[in-house]
């Protein structure tokens, strides 16, 4: 199953790891939910082997033959994908016995790196085992720009014995021991002020944004008169919160009209910026598009955060940008080209919304997609927190705010295979970046249908991801009252 078009190019595998130094003649269970292919184009079908021949070729068994038992009684380790167990080399390799030092990947083989292909020892159709005893800082770079077409649904594979259950398919996050709240770093004000903003934001709040945003018939980007109700509306609604607001007109060699990024801006002690956003188009592209949790939840918490923001009257020494995209589902377009002028400038933005900005300034995006609809199959109200490592200091930001909203914290998880969303538009150009998305999107089934609809959205969810945003930027915009700003 694919997860979904953005319209570019994806990284075609995913690496997944069995992580315990154990024999292989020990039996490890090791369970993996709801794979998902990342961009699958030319699979192949058969079996072929590169580097160390010496293994056997792994296997596939389908689930309902009883063999997975006569695995179990050979003591092999091995790995359940879907409905499939693959097992790895026998013990009579001449290679390493340890689980630590096997890989996997999914998908394409063609596009697999050269650095993965010559460490391939086996695999069938779309899986690859890949002998790595060296480490596996060997196998978490691909190389190139990761656009990303769909978002993935596992970044690794968790090795659980005596049959452990998993509560979601992701990694917990943990937050970093060395951790140090900026805001107990700026003073009492700041503490009052963000606790005051954050009693502002409200399941009603939210909702009721996602209720109006919802009701468009459509928000498609290849609807030229939805497009411009919605910059209309949008526009309305960050001028109530007295935001300076432009929109950045910008264009795609596909699209025969210019589409509009809706930008607003509160101006800071320096031209560094935080950046909140979502984008406001949707799917599918002809016919009804409500886009209740594609992305009316997303684009919802962006205002609710703006509004709080605003409202609180702090003074960010960083620049707070919060901008409504345009275009994600043609191909991460509007964040893409707001992006670019932080990279770059050229005018494009008005200058009301325009900062000074030069190489020496830093940048950093928090993005919201996808954020309202709470999975059954999970037990429990989560979102994940998508990136790459470098962006371990937001995730931290992030991870600390929701620890501290008691009964109402949710499961944090993180995902390390970035890609499909606005934050890659950051992450792309070397800007730290992190998407807040729910804990089991690819199984929405809503997605990108007219079934996608309020009452599809978890009010506590959404909610909650939209607090632990909104406590995230006032540690990144580095915050403190006017007051404190005056002496």
């Not at 609809?453 to 506590?460: Q, S």
Request: with cysteine; hydrophobic share 40%; aromatic share 8%.
């Amino acid at each position: 199953q694919v997860r979904g078009n953005k319209g570019k190019p994806s990284p075609r595998f995913l690496l997944l790891r069995a992580v315990n130094s154990l024999p292989v003649s020990n039996m490890i269970h090791v369970f993996c939910f709801g794979i998902v292919v990342v961009g699958v184009q030319g699979l192949q079908i058969g079996t072929s082997t590169h580097g160390a021949s010496s293994v056997a070729l792994p296997s596939f068994f389908d689930d309902q033959t009883g063999q997975t038992e006569a695995l179990e009684e050979d003591g092999r380790w091995w790995t359940r994908i879907g409905g499939q167990v693959f097992h790895a080399p026998p013990l009579q390799t001449s290679l390493s016995q340890k689980v630590s030092d096997y890989f996997y990947a999914l998908g394409s083989e063609d596009a697999l790196p050269a650095e993965l292909v010559k460490h391939r020892v086996g695999g069938q159709g779309r899986v690859h085992v890949f002998h790595v005893p060296q480490g596996i800082h060997q196998l978490q770079h691909s190389g190139g720009v990761h656009t990303g077409d769909r978002k993935t649904s596992v970044t690794a594979l968790v090795q659980l014995q005596n049959r452990a259950s998993l509560d979601t398919q992701f990694p917990n996050y943990q937050l970093k021991s060395t951790y140090v709240d900026p805001i107990t770093l700026l003073g009492t004000g700041a503490a009052n002020i963000l606790e005051q903003a954050d009693h502002k934001v409200t399941s009603e709040s939210v909702m009721e944004n996602v209720r109006e945003i919802s009701s468009f018939y459509t928000r498609s980007a290849s609807n030229a008169t939805a497009t411009a109700q919605v910059e209309s509306w949008l526009r309305g609604k960050f001028a109530e919160m007295q935001l300076t607001t432009c929109s950045q007109l910008f264009s795609a060699s596909f699209i025969p009209r210019k589409l509009p990024n809706v930008v607003a801006l509160i101006r800071g002690e320096t031209n560094d910026t935080v950046t909140v956003g979502a984008h406001y188009d949707s799917r599918p592209f002809d016919g009804a598009a409500p886009g209740a949790d594609d992305n009316g939840s997303g684009l919802a918490a962006l205002l609710v955060i703006a509004k709080a923001f605003a409202q609180s009257g702090v003074q960010p020494h960083k620049s707070v940008y919060f901008v409504a995209f345009a275009g994600e589902e043609l191909g991460l377009l509007g964040s893409d080209a707001f992006a670019a002028q932080l990279q770059t400038p050229s005018g494009e933005i008005p200058p009301d919304c325009r900062l000074d900005i030069n190489n020496n300034h830093t940048h950093q995006a928090l993005i919201l997609d996808e954020i309202g609809w709470a999975s059954p199959n999970l037990t429990k109200l989560t979102v994940n927190l998508e990136s790459h490592d470098s962006s371990a200091e937001l995730m931290d930001h992030l991870a600390k705010v929701n620890a501290v909203q008691g009964n109402k914290k949710l499961e944090v998880v993180h995902s390390s295979n970035p890609f499909g969303s606005d934050h890659m538009s950051w992450l792309n150009r070397g800007f730290p970046a992190v998407l807040c998305i729910n804990g089991d999107d690819n199984h929405y089934p809503g997605y990108h249908t007219s079934s996608d609809v309020l009452g599809n959205i978890n009010p506590d969810l959404l909610t909650g991801v939209t607090k632990m945003t909104l406590g995230a930027l006032f540690r990144m915009a580095h915050v403190h009252s006017q007051s404190e700003a005056a002496s």
